[in-house]
């Protein structure tokens, strides 16, 4: 990847702040307006390969809806990482692993340029984290916590091709609702691909969504 000029860096806080505030509106209905995705997101967690004994990232965990299916995953002997920068989401999140009661699952309010674990990890989940796909230096940060040759799966928005190009005004502006850089839907996969290897695409949503996997390069 190319290095982070400090106009990318202060465009990366600029779209922080956007994301953070459209967040705040919409913490406290986000899980009543996921069931339509709710498949892609168990596919996408299927795609990790998850074992017993693993630790498993939760990129931009939200109201923590994916943590148990990743929970599920690694057992009670792994770990299950999740952040998110927005405040309000990620109180739900944490309320979420109180009342379960898991021991094995912990959280940290931060963005992902900024993320530090203790230890590496061995698969990370991408699931509608458009603003982190198009950050370099958030890529950087997280595959940098990667043990090598860990999984990634990734589910997220695109625009429509074909005759159904037609509706890509109505895709941007429902992407506008949620993210702080909303826009360079056509490829939104373009800067993590190159350092994945295995990597694999299908279409979902009728081409309005994806979901891709790959390993960490280094194995």
Same mark, same amino acid.
């Given at each position: 990847?190319?290095?982070?000029?400090?106009?990318?860096? /202060?465009?990366? #806080? +600029?779209?922080?702040? $956007?994301?953070?505030?459209?967040?705040?509106?919409?913490?406290?209905?986000?899980?009543?307006?996921?069931?339509?995705?709710?498949?892609?997101?168990?596919?996408?967690?299927?795609?990790?390969?998850?074992?017993?004994? /693993?630790?498993?990232?939760?990129?931009?965990?939200?109201?923590?809806?994916?943590?148990?299916?990743?929970?599920?995953?690694?057992? +009670?002997?792994?770990?299950?990482?999740?952040?998110?920068?927005?405040?309000?989401?990620? /109180? &739900?999140? &944490?309320?979420?692993?109180?009342? +379960?009661?898991?021991?094995?699952?912990?959280?940290?309010? @931060?963005?992902?340029?900024?993320?530090?674990?203790?230890?590496?990890?061995?698969?990370?989940?991408?699931? !509608?984290?458009?603003?982190?796909? $198009?950050? @370099?230096?958030?890529?950087?940060?997280?595959?940098?916590?990667?043990?090598?040759?860990?999984?990634?799966?990734?589910?997220?928005?695109? !625009?429509?091709?074909?005759?159904? $190009? #037609?509706?890509?005004?109505?895709? !941007?502006?429902?992407?506008?609702?949620?993210?702080?850089?909303?826009?360079?839907?056509?490829?939104?996969?373009?800067?993590?691909?190159?350092?994945?290897?295995?990597? $694999?695409?299908? /279409?979902?949503?009728?081409?309005?969504?994806?979901?891709?996997?790959?390993?960490?390069?280094?194995?």
């Amino acid at each position: 990847m190319m290095p982070n000029s400090p106009d990318d860096l /202060q465009a990366d #806080v +600029a779209v922080r702040a $956007r994301s953070i505030a459209k967040y705040r509106h919409r913490a406290f209905a986000y899980d009543a307006s996921c069931g339509p995705t709710w498949p892609i997101r168990e596919r996408a967690v299927a795609a990790l390969g998850l074992r017993a004994g /693993q630790r498993v990232l939760d990129v931009g965990c939200g109201t923590g809806l994916s943590l148990e299916l990743l929970r599920r995953g690694v057992g +009670a002997s792994g770990v299950v990482h999740g952040f998110d920068q927005s405040p309000d989401m990620l /109180q &739900r999140a &944490r309320a979420r692993v109180a009342a +379960a009661g898991w021991s094995n699952v912990h959280l940290v309010e @931060t963005c992902a340029q900024e993320l530090r674990l203790e230890a590496p990890v061995d698969a990370f989940l991408f699931h !509608y984290t458009h603003d982190i796909l $198009r950050s @370099t230096a958030a890529l950087e940060r997280l595959l940098a916590l990667a043990r090598p040759g860990a999984t990634v799966a990734i589910a997220g928005i695109k !625009y429509f091709g074909g005759w159904l $190009r #037609v509706l890509n005004g109505w895709v !941007y502006l429902k992407n506008a609702g949620y993210n702080g850089a909303p826009g360079e839907l056509s490829t939104p996969w373009d800067r993590i691909a190159p350092r994945l290897e295995d990597w $694999r695409f299908v /279409q979902t949503q009728f081409g309005m969504g994806y979901l891709a996997s790959g390993r960490v390069a280094g194995a």
